[in-house]
């Protein structure tokens, strides 16, 4: 004779949470931005020490507006956009920007031990080009 046995049946429902799923998303946001964040700072490429400014509040550009940035290094370097240039290339390029200046904005990008002739002359060769929309890049300070 065989005995018929049956199993006490459980009512309620499964208490735990499956988080699987959210750790593999976790991760995944986490790669994303491990990838994104050095891409954000990608026109950094030039080493310059910028600058110390107090934190405000900066304006929004136009998104008509074309920023060139040139760049001068504490040795005397000149970059227009990360491309090293010499003083005669630099007038030549800013001669030919400043044909057509509309909606362009140039972002000068002067180590903060550069002599401040160098600035002033860089901002003569602007005016001389027609370029009279600049602006200073810094570093927001403590």
Not at 47 to 66: F, W
Not at 112 to 124: A, C, F, M, W
Request: proline share 7%; no cysteine.
């Amino acid at each position: 004779m065989s005995r018929f046995v049956r199993r006490p049946r459980q009512s309620h429902p499964i208490a735990e949470l499956n988080v699987t799923n959210l750790i593999d998303l976790g991760f995944t946001l986490l790669i994303i931005f491990m990838i994104a964040t050095p891409l954000i700072n990608q026109e950094q490429t030039i080493p310059v020490n910028l600058p110390i400014q107090s934190p405000s509040e900066g304006l929004k550009p136009d998104p008509k507006t074309q920023f060139i940035a040139v760049t001068i290094r504490e040795q005397g370097d000149y970059f227009i956009d990360q491309q090293l240039v010499t003083l005669t290339e630099l007038r030549t390029r800013l001669k030919a920007i400043g044909a057509n200046p509309a909606n362009i904005v140039i972002r000068i990008r002067a180590d903060g031990n550069v002599p401040y002739q160098k600035i002033i002359s860089l901002i003569d060769d602007l005016k001389q080009n027609n370029l009279n929309k600049v602006t200073f890049d810094t570093q927001a300070g403590a």
